[in-house]
Nanobody, 120 residues
């Protein structure tokens, strides 16, 4: 099982980005999917989660500017970030709680991270 994140880049303040993360491999079922970020010199933090049923949860610091969504048929989770601020600069990691085929327990898998830089 692998998670591949994409969509990061250099954006001016006030701009928008859409990050994508696709899970692939021998997947039987995916529970929650989410996005975390790690800014330079800081710990990794959760920014958004979405359950298999579509319920969402956001960090207080990003509410109103970020929207998490998923395409269950494509095993893909998205993160739309609007009104980007310099403090949004970070490496964004996706994560998914996956039951791999032939296994009996869900476990968390991580993508490689995609870098977002907000600067003028």
């Amino acid at each position: 099982v692998q998670l591949q994140a994409s969509g990061g880049g250099l954006v001016q303040p006030g701009g928008s980005l859409r990050l994508s993360c696709a899970a692939s491999g021998s997947i039987f079922s995916i529970n929650a999917m989410g996005w975390y970020r790690q800014a330079p010199g800081k710990q990794r933090e959760l920014v958004a989660l979405i359950t298999s049923g579509g319920s969402t949860n956001y960090a207080d610091s990003v509410k109103g500017r970020l929207t998490v969504s998923r395409d269950n048929a494509q095993n893909t989770v998205y993160l739309q970030i609007n009104s980007l601020e310099p403090d949004d600069t970070a490496v964004y990691y996706c994560s998914a709680n996956i039951l791999a085929s032939g296994t009996s327990d869900y476990r968390d898998y991580w993508g490689q991270g995609t870098e977002v830089t907000v600067s003028s």
